[in-house]
């Protein structure tokens, strides 16, 4: 589901936004002139920003399974997490400040946000994005702060949720969750008497993120319940189900685009990872290609804006055929490659880290047998 998720994000940040598009690039071409003159490429690629409730609803659900099987420790997840981000940082980071430096004419504002005009401002800029305060350096790893916020917040909603079993009241908490994030908390935010709300670390990091946190908690209820197995074994008793799964993503993802937005996405997020995670159950290959994705998606999410936004030269190559699907591959198999590579640096990195510590130890061994013959 990640791996669908993924793919999803990268076709948002490369297709939605025009105003981030290289300098002279004159737009997406297709066979079909409707899609692209009519609004549809776009419209499409706006939604599929529903790749953020969808993490969210994901991660909800796994965070109530690690905590279901004993597994799961809070320090110990945002501790993992950031050490997957700071091997991301430590490499892309220097690169980008000491390839991708320059301004000037032609060049878009995106690639120019590593030009820093005092050693002070860019050490700056890389303490407060290394610890998550910022993003400055790339301004889609605010899902760092947030996520974790929200995490923290799913801990508690699993113990609110701890002493009954009904599926309707905890859905009914989902519901209150979302009313007051959407609703309340930015009413009382713009009032005079809490204005400074606005400034506040963790309310920018949590309660503006609205409909995201409550995703959050849908998945830990859907989790709890197996709801997505109760959902793809009544799809399966129809006897239609692969047809069912394939219809299903098509209404809920058509819906989400030109009939409600984000406004349900405490009911889209379930169904939507229900129908594809119930195509993906019929077609092998589909399913080994994306669970492939997904064990690289954080990766993938850390990379690929680098490769569409900030190095110039790289995004003239991801925009260059003026086929959105053409380009999206690209980009996919940029940011995947770049996530094998690192993968495997890491690894040997280890490996050899492991055997200098071998030596050492050995040789600590020895001296001691060496002094303690000495002494006999």
């Keep these: 589901m990640k791996g669908f998720a993924v793919v999803l994000m990268l076709f948002h940040h490369l297709a939605a936004f025009s ?13 079909v002139r409707s899609f692209v003159e009519d609004g549809y490429l776009t419209a499409f ?41 700071w091997k991301v940082f430590v490499i892309f980071v220097p690169v980008a400040l000491i390839f991708f430096a320059r301004s000037g004419a032609g060049i878009n504002e995106l690639c120019t946000r590593y030009v820093f005009d005092t050693k002070k401002d860019m050490v ?17 790893w605010w899902f760092l702060s947030t996520y974790i916020c929200v995490t923290l917040s799913g801990c508690l909603f699993c113990e609110a949720i701890k002493k009954h079993n009904s599926f309707l009241k905890d859905m009914f908490l989902v519901f209150v969750a979302d009313i007051l994030i959407r609703n309340i908390f930015p009413g009382l935010a713009a009032m005079e008497a809490f204005q400074s709300l606005g400034s506040n670390f963790f309310y920018k990091n949590f309660f503006s993120m609205l ?80 669970a492939f994705l997904g064990r690289h998606s954080l990766n993938i999410w850390l990379i690929h804006t680098f490769y569409c936004y900030y190095f110039l030269e790289v995004t003239k ?50 001296e001691i047998q060496g002094l303690t013959e000495t002494q006999e």
């Design 317 to 366: 190559i991801v925009y260059y055929t003026q086929n959105v699907w053409i380009d999206l591959l690209v980009l996919l198999l940029l940011s995947l490659a770049s996530s094998l590579v690192l993968e495997f640096f890491y690894t040997y990195l280890g490996k050899a880290w492991g055997k200098i510590k071998e030596r050492i130890q050995k040789k600590d061994i020895e």
């Design 211 to 290: 409909n995201y946190a409550s995703a959050f908690f849908c998945g830990i209820v859907f989790a709890k319940h197996d709801g997505l197995v109760k959902i793809k074994n009544r799809v399966d008793q129809t006897g239609f189900g692969g047809l069912l799964c394939v219809a299903g993503c098509f209404v809920v993802f058509w819906s989400r685009v030109f009939v409600a937005s984000d406004a349900l996405d405490i009911l889209y997020m379930p169904l939507l990872s229900a129908f594809l995670s119930g195509f993906a159950d019929r077609v092998a290959s589909v399913r080994k290609v994306f």
């Design 19 to 31: 105003q981030r598009w290289p300098v002279g690039f004159e737009g997406f071409k297709s066979p």
């Design 45 to 85: 690629a706006i939604s599929a920003k529903l790749c953020v409730p969808m993490f969210f609803f994901l991660g909800g659900y796994g965070l109530y399974k690690r905590r279901q099987s004993g597994k799961f420790s809070f320090l110990d997840s945002t501790i993992s997490l950031y050490k997957k981000y």
């Design 124 to 140: 700056t800029a890389i303490v407060s994005n290394l610890t998550g305060y910022s993003s400055s350096l790339n301004s889609e």
